[in-house]
């Protein structure tokens, strides 16, 4: 079993910065894939980044790519999501995912567990 906390959203305007963080326990942290997706009202999970198990692969969405950065510090069990240059499209709910197979998929479906979820609001 693997437990995810998400903390640091909240409103935030246009052209602003803030930092996500994603607790984990449960098991080895550094033995699996974690990945950010995000969620906007009446709209599908939407894939954002991946870092692999050591952090040293990462994989971003199209429309995040240049704002966002994701990084994990295996030591405190944590990986960040640096949101830079936020847009009022970028609010959603975001949710950090872990993925045991270290697959670093952009498919919700390859993520076994899931925290829940923190609110990110860009105004314009």
């Known amino acids: 079993q693997v437990q995810l906390v998400e903390s640091g959203g909240g409103l935030v305007q246009a052209g602003g910065s803030l930092r996500l963080s994603c607790a984990a326990s449960?098991?080895?942290?550094?033995?699996?894939?974690m990945g950010w997706f995000r969620q906007a009202p009446g709209k599908e999970r939407e894939f954002v980044v991946a870092i692999s198990r050591s952090g040293g692969r990462t994989y971003y969405a199209d429309s995040v790519k240049g704002r966002f950065a994701i990084s994990r510090d295996n030591a405190k069990n944590t990986v960040y999501l640096q949101m830079n240059s936020l847009k009022p499209e970028d609010t959603a709910v975001y949710y950090c995912?872990?993925?045991?197979?270290?697959?670093?998929?952009?498919?919700?479906?390859?993520?076994?567990?899931w925290g829940q979820g923190t609110q990110v609001t860009v105004s314009s």
């Open positions: 449960g098991r080895t942290f550094s033995s699996y894939a």
């Open positions: 995912a872990a993925d045991l197979y270290g697959r670093m998929s952009s498919s919700p479906r390859s993520y076994e567990y």
